[in-house]
């Protein structure tokens, strides 16, 4: 059973733009959230973090929220441009393991010029 | 820092033949993972390390796999016998906090 799920495999949006991807998990104990970044032929890269002690996080272009009622995420890009073209993977990690991330499928964003 | 290295970038090999992949984490990381990725089940954990110590290994799919961790600068995962299910996308990732991934192993078992 997936317990972090992305269920939007592909993304669209227009340089300029703004560019929304969501997550959303089953799981209660986990604490913490990240978003990663893959570019093909490369391993994936850490962009932005959130713990469940805070509902918003931003670090410039991008800006992490979450809802823990829900217990869902977002990532938004803002404004987008034509680099942030990548695989986005978000992840989960708490339940008593530290240091263990369960990671979605993962949205394949595409930022058009 | 050069990141986490892991060799070889790409390995093709014949059904039944023994494969080891090799991964070189962060100096000062004391966390090392193995990640294997697919299409169909995405980025799955395999197995991890603690201070060269295996912790959970519940993601390893059967006992033709094999991971150690001799020192605190290599790590290896090894496939005895491999077989074509087993193609997919090996990462190594090392962690003091945040979890940095290697480039990958793509593995193409014939």
């Known amino acids: 059973d997936q317990q972090v799920k992305q269920n939007s495999p592909s993304l669209s949006v227009q340089e300029g733009r703004i560019s929304i991807l969501n997550c959303d998990y089953t799981n209660s104990m986990f604490d913490y959230f990240l978003w990663y970044k893959k570019y093909p032929a490369e391993g994936p890269t850490f962009l932005i973090s959130i713990s469940s002690i805070k509902d918003k996080n931003e670090d410039g272009r991008f800006t992490v929220f979450l809802n823990k009622s829900a217990k869902h995420l977002s990532l938004h890009i803002v404004p987008s441009q034509p680099g942030d073209s990548a695989v986005y993977f978000c992840a989960a990690r708490g339940g008593g393991s530290n240091y263990k991330l369960t990671f979605g499928k993962g949205t394949l964003l595409t930022v058009n010029p | 820092d050069a990141g986490v290295i892991q060799s070889p970038r790409h390995e093709v090999t014949e059904m039944g033949q023994e494969v080891t992949l090799r991964c070189k984490p962060i100096?000062?990381?004391?966390?090392l993972f193995w990640y294997r990725q697919t299409m169909m089940r995405g980025l799955e954990l395999l197995i991890y390390?603690?201070?060269?110590?295996?912790?959970?290994d519940s993601g390893m799919p059967e006992d033709r796999f094999s991971a150690k961790m001799p020192n605190a600068s290599f790590s290896t995962l090894k496939i005895q016998p491999s077989e074509p299910r087993d193609s997919a996308v090996y990462f190594c990732?090392?962690?003091?906090?945040?979890?940095?991934f290697g480039p990958g192993t793509r593995l193409t078992v014939l």
């Open positions: 100096s000062g990381h004391d966390y």
């Open positions: 990732a090392s962690s003091a906090d945040t979890q940095y």
């Open positions: 390390f603690n201070n060269n110590v295996p912790i959970d």
